[in-house]
């Protein structure tokens, strides 16, 4: 767009009617200078020619420090000076010197006087924006001359200084940022737009007339109005119907105000198509967006089709597609009536398209493919891809225009854009404004499919690490929850897990891993996973908090969590807890159903590291109810976490048919009060114990007589719960045990227990570190063939080291009856 540029200035909010008036009604002359990242000049506008008379040839790559030399600031003399007291005004033709050498990285404006060609000094208003991003741009400069102002304006004004304001801070704003890219040169419509967001962050180019008025500088090409302009294009159309270029025969400011026109209402388009997709990371919502956005202005119809790995919400397409790629479609918009295309065309078929049609040398080319009008021979080859459905009414004698939907030169999918016969046909403009519109709404989709994909990795990842708990373990029953937070990118670090131990007891775990993200996540399975292997080797619970602080500092500086850590004995009726930096449990009280917030020490977080924690033991009753769940569930912004606590405690007393019942009371309780973002883990254990009368236990010597002495007691024993049975499995199994300890043990104590539960449970404890292991063993061999025994009969056995030595154990399942 290489015109000479006029300026006008357009009233402000608080403007003085005088001054206003007049500005608004004078013609600026504006020249346009942009300066590369060399500081060449790369261009020179028509208004630069005249107002500084270097020729746009002589401009062109040339220093622009030499083509606009400054002469110094204006003298404060008011006489010499066209603007009274405006010549005070500060950073005059330092910093127009300042900006155009490259020394000032922030926006500027002032007056200064230059030497040039031609006119020798003038006096001018600049405004100088520095640009930043990929293309060659560097510095934006806009002047316009002071005593042309000064001429047009025969009010005498008391202060006139260039400066910047927010194009929001007064009325017509919109209209004044659509109308920027005008002033501009002539550049891809993607280069434009980022300049223009630039310069509308940076600050719009405003006049100052006084200490309060502000006037936005407008540019005014002089485009004719609306009769005016009727005339030109029929003038334009007879030139065409001639077979010259429209712009040949008409006056140059003519061709070039249709010009303008034609390039303005594309830029206008596609800046309104950017705001009105991409609303959403909703990868549905925004291929409607997509569709809809362009029926019926730019289209009539508008189909897209997406690769298959897009739409499943897999990983990024691979290779150039080829005639076995299948394409879904997604959607269609369109303004023919109702119903007309659903039969023949419904969104959701997927289908591949051959080699000869356009759609496939689109998506194998990436470039937009033009189809001035859809002949009978191609609407027959078209057809033939839909089998028995006749799509040849639908497209026939229609205007087509397909566009690749492209992000990181990847070929996502395509758009099929149709108009109908009697509207005008796509034309090369039409394809440029197509491949920009797709170039947009592919990244916008890629965004979609990015964040698609990587929630359902990151849920992915987050649900393999939840542990699907058992709901009843020896002497309580469990139930969970766990709830993703609400921000982007929902992963988090809270988790929650039981693990089984020796003596019929469980270690119930709450955990929160600070953060969010896939880090947090992954971090999480790490410090899950420790944590069941110390359980596993029944460290007490203080000390397991110390192993896993020490684990975390091993693993990184960043490894920083809290977790509550209790172990319930339902035989003796107790809880051991420790707690590193957590919220405290709620234990619930089966007598009186009161709710009580443990005191227990708080301790550091896991990863702080040096700092000791303590265990306190809790005597319960069965019936009990103990809640663990993460600060995410009681914490909200801007409120005090005591309110959550106390809202816990008085929903977790509440009285429920089930344990899944009084999770999903306490979820309504403390969910529905708005705010929560972070996700939460809850585990709730009904403490159920014991009963004496289902625990047997003997203590063994020793000697080789016990095996046969143990396999008596447990048939006995088995006789007296009714578990007959079982009894022959069972003395079987116990004698293999009481053997093994026989043989390894140190000293003389073998204890031997039986529990009577949800299974029959089976325990062999002795003084010997040793955990045994499965071995084969030959027909020759005198040992092995025990714990063999023993895995064949029982329906699950175990071994695991005590502070003592070692617990063996096996379970058999309980007759139905």
């Known amino acids: 767009m290489d015109r000479g540029t006029e300026m006008g200035a357009a009233p402000s ?72 007291s405006y010549a005070t005004y500060d950073g005059l033709g330092r910093g127009l010197e300042s900006s155009l050498d490259g020394r000032l990285s922030y926006p500027a404006a002032g007056r200064a006087r230059l030497t040039v060609a031609g006119p020798g000094r003038i006096d001018v208003l600049w405004w100088a924006y520095p640009l930043v991003g990929p293309g060659k741009e560097r510095l934006l400069v806009l002047a316009a001359d002071a005593a042309a102002m000064r001429h047009e304006d025969d009010v005498s004004l008391e202060r006139i200084a260039p400066g910047f304001a927010l194009h929001t801070d007064f009325p017509g704003s919109e209209e004044l940022a659509r109308r920027l890219p005008e002033i501009l040169p002539s550049m891809s419509v993607g280069e434009s737009a980022r300049i223009v967001s630039q310069v509308l962050e940076l600050g719009y180019p405003v006049l100052e007339f006084s200490q309060n008025d502000l006037v936005p500088v407008t540019p005014d090409w002089g485009v004719p109005r609306r009769a005016e302009r009727k005339a030109r294009r029929e003038r334009a159309a ?26 303005r209402e594309r830029l206008e388009f596609l800046n309104e198509v ?13 291929i409607l967006e997509v569709s809809r956005a362009v029926v019926p202005r730019f289209t009539d119809v ?168 058992a709901p009843r373990m020896a002497g309580c029953d469990i139930a969970t929850r766990y709830l993703p937070g609400t921000l982007l990118g929902r992963v988090g670090g809270d988790w929650f897990d039981s693990v089984k131990l020796p003596g019929s007891r469980t270690a119930l775990v709450v955990g929160d891993v600070m953060g969010h993200g896939l880090n947090s996540a992954a971090m999480m399975g790490q410090l899950r996973t420790a944590v069941q292997t110390m359980a596993a080797l029944d460290l007490p619970p203080a000390q397991l908090l110390r192993n896993l602080d020490d684990l975390a500092q ?74 663990m769940c993460t600060d995410g569930l009681v914490e909200v912004r801007g409120e005090d976490i005591g309110v959550g606590l106390a809202t816990l405690c008085e929903s977790a007393a509440h009285p429920a048919a089930s344990m899944d019942h009084a999770c999903d009371t306490i979820i309504r309780a403390l969910n529905t009060r708005g705010g929560r973002k ?37 048939r006995e024993q088995l006789h007296v719960w009714g578990l007959s049975g079982l009894a022959d499995n069972a003395e079987l199994m116990v004698g293999e045990l009481v053997t093994n300890a026989v043989r390894h043990a140190h000293s003389r104590r073998i204890e031997l227990r039986l529990v009577r539960g949800d299974t029959l449970l089976c325990e062999v404890d002795d003084d010997d570190h040793t955990l045994p ?45």
């Open 274 to 286: 950017s705001g009105r997709i991409g609303t959403s990371l909703d990868l549905s919502q925004t």
């Open 773 to 817: 292991n499965l071995v084969s063993a030959g027909p020759g061999d005198e040992f092995g063939r025990g714990l063999r025994l023993v895995s064949a009969l029982s329906r699950e056995w175990g071994a695991s080291r005590t502070s003592a030595g070692k617990t063996v154990w096996f379970e058999l399942a309980l007759p139905r009856n």
């Open 13 to 84: 909010r608080g403007a003085g009617n005088g001054a206003v008036g007049h500005a608004a009604a004078g013609r600026i002359p504006l020249a346009v200078v942009v300066v590369d990242r060399g500081g060449l000049v790369s261009h020179w506008s028509s208004g630069a020619r005249r107002m500084f008379g270097a020729p746009k040839e002589e401009a062109l790559g040339r220093h622009v420090v030499d083509l606009l030399p400054v002469s110094g600031a204006l003298p404060e003399d008011t006489d010499a000076a066209p603007f009274g």
């Open 238 to 263: 007879r030139a065409a119907v001639s077979g010259v270029p429209v712009t040949q025969n008409l006056p140059d400011d003519e061709g070039e105000d249709l010009e303008y026109v034609a390039v």
């Open 302 to 469: 508008a189909g897209t089709y997406l690769r298959e790995q897009v739409v499943a919400g897999e990983g990024f397409p691979e290779g150039v597609p080829d005639t076995t790629t299948m394409w879904h479609r997604v959607a269609l918009e369109h303004t023919d009536e109702p119903g007309r295309w659903d039969d023949v065309v419904p969104v959701g078929e997927a289908m591949p398209f051959p080699a000869h049609t356009p759609f496939f040398q689109c998506m194998t080319t990436g470039e937009p493919v033009l189809v001035p009008r859809i002949s009978e021979q191609m609407g027959h080859m078209i057809a033939a891809q839909f089998e028995k459905r006749d799509i040849r009414p639908l497209i026939t004698h229609r205007s087509m225009l397909v566009v690749p939907l492209k992000a990181r030169n990847v070929v996502l999918g395509f758009m099929i854009l149709l108009r109908h016969p009697e509207r005008v046909e796509f034309n090369d403009m039409d394809r440029v404004t197509g491949a920009e519109l797709a170039a947009r709404a592919g990244l916008v989709l890629d965004n979609a499919r990015m964040y698609t994909y990587q929630e359902s990795v990151a849920e992915t990842l987050q649900d393999s690490m939840l542990p699907t708990i």
């Open 554 to 627: 091993r693993l990184g500086d960043n490894y920083l969590a809290t977790c509550l850590y209790a172990v319930y004995d339902p035989i003796a009726g107790k809880l051991h807890i420790a707690n590193a930096g957590h919220i405290p449990p709620v234990l619930v009280r089966a007598g009186d159903g009161r709710s009580e917030l443990l005191d227990l020490p708080t301790g550091a977080p896991i990863g702080v590291g040096g700092v000791p924690f303590e265990a306190v033991h809790v005597r319960v009753e069965p019936g009990d109810r103990l809640v």
């Open 678 to 714: 972070d996700d939460v883990a809850l585990l709730m254990a009904r403490l159920n114990g014991i009963e004496s009368a289902d625990v047997a236990a003997w203590r063994l010597v020793l000697d080789p007589v016990e095996v046969g002495r143990a396999r008596a007691v447990v």
